[in-house]
């Protein structure tokens, strides 16, 4: 499972989802801001001032939950705020796809 806790800056997000994760059995933080460094440590992307603007990002970001999950199952918590509607839906549709194919392993 993956909850994703989307909204406003400030609004209180990485809070809640630490008090989710102490609260939830096998619950884990994945803090996607993680893989933006991990992007920008490599150098030579272009500077588009936010990380949510390179298509890795979005892509590792899905991969990663869905890599993370099918090797220790549970549920990941994940604060972040995406205000761009076609990067959620991006990430939101590979999400679903990764939850449709686990579903089809697991069943």
């Not at 801001?33 to 991990?38: A, C, F, H, N």
């Amino acid at each position: 499972m993956i909850i994703w806790l989307n909204g406003a800056f400030g609004a209180g997000k990485t809070t809640t989802a630490r008090a989710l994760t102490a609260v939830l059995p096998d619950a884990r933080l994945f803090d996607t801001e993680q893989v933006g460094y991990l992007l920008r440590s490599i150098g030579g992307l272009p500077a588009l001032g936010d990380f949510q603007h390179w298509p890795p990002w979005r892509a590792l970001v899905v991969d990663t939950a869905r890599q993370v999950l099918d090797y220790v199952g549970g549920t990941l918590v994940i604060p972040r705020t995406v205000l761009v509607r076609r990067y959620w839906d991006e990430i939101s549709a590979g999400l679903a796809a990764a939850a449709t194919v686990r579903g089809k392993r697991r069943g």
